[in-house]
């Protein structure tokens, strides 16, 4: 496993790569892996030649109050997790070099940016954005493979990936749960004791929401008020958000047709856990 | 010469091209080709081994109440001027396929798009931005030729490619001129013949200011009163902006240190025209 630093290295080896007609699946993390992120190197190396996976803690993507500087960290049981998951090049750049002095520009998705998360994350989606179209232009990957828990975050890539006639495949693979249903993240990290025995509310609202739905329920605010009640009797939680909206345009649902994303967002203690689920 | 217009042609096109080792000079225009355009092309094919030229009338870099429909458009002529510069590739996608239903993605460059021409002009930067992005993407050139009339555009394409990451080098080429002296562009086509006599106060101003700079004055309010009131004493012609600033910042200067960019809008009737001129 070869492990980059410099950012003009790294484009000369995907360019080198290309040349030989090998495919680049690419990861992009935050490092602080779990099986979620495990699951998408799986598949990367199923679906391209040369897996290459980047660790970054983007200060773009964090509000002034929020966990940047706290954010966890373990490069060295992420780089025994990336060699185990066969990647290729783990990259690995100084946040200094990606926004030198003077940097100034950004990349926004209008519409999907300002809803769900982005509401309560001003400039969030922005620099999720911003990063990924660069990361995209050091490392030229054919292939992007992005996790189902961040639901909105895939969406506008796709969204990006799309308008901005970027060559890249986007992939989202599937939300990984711990054994109780709790969506692996590695804010999870976060939570003590009595609040990681708490978090477990998201996956149950999640799942008395997906039994009304499949009892015939297609009323949004009769399957809302059961979901938000379960994490109102949590005395840890508090809502930010329980939505259901349209699974492509994130604007809210009266009634569900088809199918709808139910998507929620939830403080336990200080810790802000996000969680989705497809109803239909 | 190849006629592309459909955006995956282009981009596997491009994609072929590369994996033969070849490199990709693209110019990307408006189209209504001029000498100034001929430049670019010239140089291109001298540093690349392909030369692609793409004509699209860009909406998204004009303001509503800007000439957008009125742009002018001579196809025939432009694919002879084409032909004549050894151009390889003309890209002429349409403008609905460029921006199709839903499209939401805008690349902001911040700083350096709220000066000058980014204050009349609100959103045009943007949208120069976001369609050259998108042309990069489906080009995928190794190098890239502007002119240096539209000199903070080509500067804020510059500090894209640079803060984006993207693996393109950015070549300015010099303006090109009339005989006497006023800069070549697709909008002088709008002038009747008075408004074209007094278009030459842009370039007496430029040649003023570089006088009294030549003549050892660096105090920017003692250029800029003899500059304005050239285009002053023009009844035709109105002052948009006429400014001495930092080359790369754009900021206003007081005193001409090592070199400025003396740059300005006028409006001659109701057509708006730029020039520039670096002084140092």
Redesign the interface.
Known sequence: MKLIAD?KEM?LFS?AT??T?KTIAFVPTMGFLHDGHASLLKKGKEVGDLLVMSILVNPAQFGPKEDFTSYPKDIKRDMALAEDNNVDVVFNPAADDMYPAG??????????SNRLCGLSRPGHFRGV??VV??LF??V?PDIALFGGKDFQQARIIK??AQ?????VDIITMPTIREADGLAMSSRNSYLNKEERKAAICLYNAIKKARDIFDNGVRDADAILKEARNIIKREPLAVIDYVKVCDIDTFEDLDTIEDRALLALAVKIGKTRLIDNDILG
Chains 1, 2 share one sequence.
């Open positions: 950012i484009q360019n290309k040349k007609g940097f100034q520009t950004f990349i926004d998705i209008e519409k999907l954005a911003t179209a660069k232009n050091i030229k969204k990006m308008d901005l006639n970027m060559d």
